[in-house]
């Protein structure tokens, strides 16, 4: 007896969404997807180096890593978007949502580059966070663009903590950030 393949019993619509199904690394959590990828970008987790491709699915405590060709968009399930630009570093050092309650909690750290976040439902509650070198800021429903030395808020409000100090960053308001103790 002959017997077909079991994906050639599937209709059409069913079959593309089996292959579009995103693939993740073995017991890695995953956060997100890549929306948006130019090339020389990875993704660096428990299962090693690898190449980002569009669609392809994002773990949590991955780091994200662009050449200066490369940058990366990555859309998480809370509808959080990152963009990050050419030779970047970022770390998504804690993700965590309930789609039934839309709260969660997002942590992340770059080290070097730029990077564009664009708010989701974590951060309504002011539950997001991105670390630079110098500077960790609190994001509630916000935009904003972060470098190790500088932060601008484009919508929304941003808490910026440098060493002792804590400034409050409203829509249109940039704050250097020196380090070394040197407030924002």
């Keep these: 007896m002959i017997t077909s393949h079991p994906l050639k019993r599937l209709t059409a619509p069913a079959l ?3 292959l579009a199904l995103p693939t993740t690394m073995a017991g890695a959590q ?5 929306a948006a990828v130019n090339p020389a970008a990875q993704a660096r987790g428990t299962g090693g180096a690898r190449t980002i491709v569009l669609g ?11 050449t200066s060709a490369g940058s990366v968009q990555l859309l998480f399930l809370d509808k959080t978007s990152m963009t990050i630009g ?5 770390a998504i050092d804690e993700y965590v949502y309930d789609p039934n309650s839309n709260t969660g909690k997002l942590a992340a750290t770059l080290t070097k580059g730029v990077m ?13 966070q991105v670390s630079t070198p110098n500077a960790v800021v609190g994001i509630r429903g916000g935009v ?6 500088g932060i601008f808020i484009g919508y929304g409000e941003g ?3 440098s060493g002792s100090s804590t400034v409050t960053l409203s829509a249109g308001e940039y704050t250097p950030t020196a380090g070394g103790g040197t407030p924002p």
């Design 116 to 128: 564009r976040f664009v708010g989701g439902q974590i951060s309504h509650a002011g539950n997001a």
């Design 16 to 18: 593309a969404i089996v």
């Design 144 to 149: 904003g663009i972060f470098t190790p030395s």
């Design 86 to 90: 050419p030779n970047s570093d970022l």
């Design 159 to 161: 808490q910026v903590r």
């Design 30 to 34: 995953q956060v997100g997807t890549a």
């Design 56 to 66: 392809q699915s994002i773990a949590h405590r991955e780091r994200i890593q662009t």
